[in-house]
Nanobody, 124 residues
Framework: QVSLVESGGGTVQLGGSLTLSCGAS????????IGWFRQAPGKDREFVTAISRGGVMTNYVESVKGRFTISRDNDRNTVQLQMNNLKPEDTARYYCAATSIGLFPPRVATFDYWGQGTQVTVSS
């Protein structure tokens, strides 16, 4: 069981940077693969990135490769999403999610635990 809380969202101009944080309450945080998803109004929720339980492996949706970086600190029960060179199409509510299935890359359907989301708005 894990609870997740996102923070760090806000409004930034095109080309700017933003760092999102996901704080987790879990007995064994390292048991969970952590992912970030985003959802824009009128669109389906989209997988963005994930990080393996030990932080060794990561994967990204093609549209954010080279711009976003996911990292985790299992001692502090936190996951970060560093977003650089933001574009208007990155505008969405961003959600942190967790799955206890350790396979990597994760199946998106296995993410059972979700945070409340944090809004990211990129202005042009």
């Amino acid at each position: 069981q894990v609870s997740l809380v996102e923070s760090g969202g806000g409004t930034v101009q095109l080309g700017g940077s933003l760092t999102l944080s996901c704080g987790a309450s879990a007995r064994t945080f390292s048991d969970y693969v952590i992912g970030w998803f985003r959802q824009a109004p009128g669109k389906d929720r989209e997988f963005v990135t994930a990080i393996s339980r030990g932080g060794v492996m990561t994967n990204y949706v093609e549209s954010v490769k080279g711009r976003f970086t996911i990292s985790r600190d299992n001692d502090r029960n936190t996951v970060q999403l560093q977003m650089n060179n933001l574009k208007p199409e990155d505008t969405a509510r961003y959600y942190c999610a967790a799955t206890s299935i350790g396979l990597f890359p994760p199946r998106v359907a296995t993410f059972d635990y979700w945070g409340q989301g944090t809004q990211v708005t990129v202005s042009s």
